[in-house]
């Protein structure tokens, strides 16, 4: 367990440290992420009692649209000069190359879900501060979900022509049960619910998590190799 892991960490290092090279991934997440709430910011008005009904889920839409723009290159990020071919062929589990992409994929997200979630509190006039441990821990069960969901779609359609196009059509329809359960956890949170009162939709998503991450890691060899 303990080589896994850290074959894992050398394979989202690698991929972190080829991200902050080129910064296409982040800068295209923030930038729409950010476009996303202004604009929606313009749209509803946030002292409506409408609003707070809705107010998780416009940010889980914002996280999963920009999360779709990182999650496509991680793997599509390969295929120059046949690094992928290289990455399949190392003696290394599929296991350890899923869990390492899908480790850096799931820092990537946060970052942006970070910075997203300070300028929906500052555009919405959202009080996020005295709720932040269980929307932390929303945001990393739910971010969770997506990353594994992404990542393994990422490597289903990286051969694919339009696979930008591709991606999201194929990983939305899984995220359907994650993504109820975050916005209704988080819009509750933001209206001063207690997370005590939705452990059903916390249940759901660690069993989610649970559900696809075992799935995903042994069925990784089957989708880059066939």
């Known amino acids: 367990m303990g080589l896994f892991l850290r074959q894992s960490l050398t394979i ?25 709430l202004v604009l929606f910011s313009f749209a509803f008005d946030p002292t ?15 996280y ?14 390969e295929l120059q000069n046949d690094c992928l071919d290289g990455l399949v062929s190392a003696p290394l589990p ?4 899923f869990t390492g992409k899908a480790l850096a994929n799931f820092a990537l997200l946060l ?3 970070v910075v997203s979630l300070g300028v929906f509190a500052i555009l919405y006039n959202t009080k996020v501060l005295p709720h932040i441990g269980p929307i932390a821990l929303v945001i990393f069960l739910a971010t969770w979900a997506m990353t594994v969901i992404g990542t393994m ?16 059509i194929m990983t939305y329809p899984f995220l359907i049960p994650a ?3 975050a916005m209704v956890l988080t819009t509750d949170l933001l209206n001063d619910m207690p997370l005590s009162s939705d452990m059903i939709w916390v ?19 089957i989708v880059l190799v066939g």
Do not use: Q, Y
């Open 48 to 62: 409506s009692d409408e609003f707070k009904n809705f107010s998780g889920g416009l940010l889980w839409m914002t």
């Open 64 to 77: 999963s649209f920009a999360g779709a723009l990182a999650l496509n290159r991680s793997f599509a990020r």
């Open 94 to 97: 599929g296991g350890v190359l």
């Open 179 to 181: 993504l109820m359960a």
């Open 153 to 168: 779609f990422s490597a289903l359609t990286v051969n694919l022509r339009m696979r930008e196009m591709m991606l999201p």
């Open 111 to 113: 970052a942006v879900e």
């Open 203 to 221: 249940k759901l998503l660690v069993l989610f998590d649970v559900t696809f991450t075992t799935l995903a890691v042994f069925l990784i060899d």
């Open 12 to 36: 989202a290092g690698k991929d972190l440290r080829a991200e902050m090279r080129t910064k296409e991934a982040l800068n295209a997440s923030f930038a729409f992420s950010l476009v996303i």
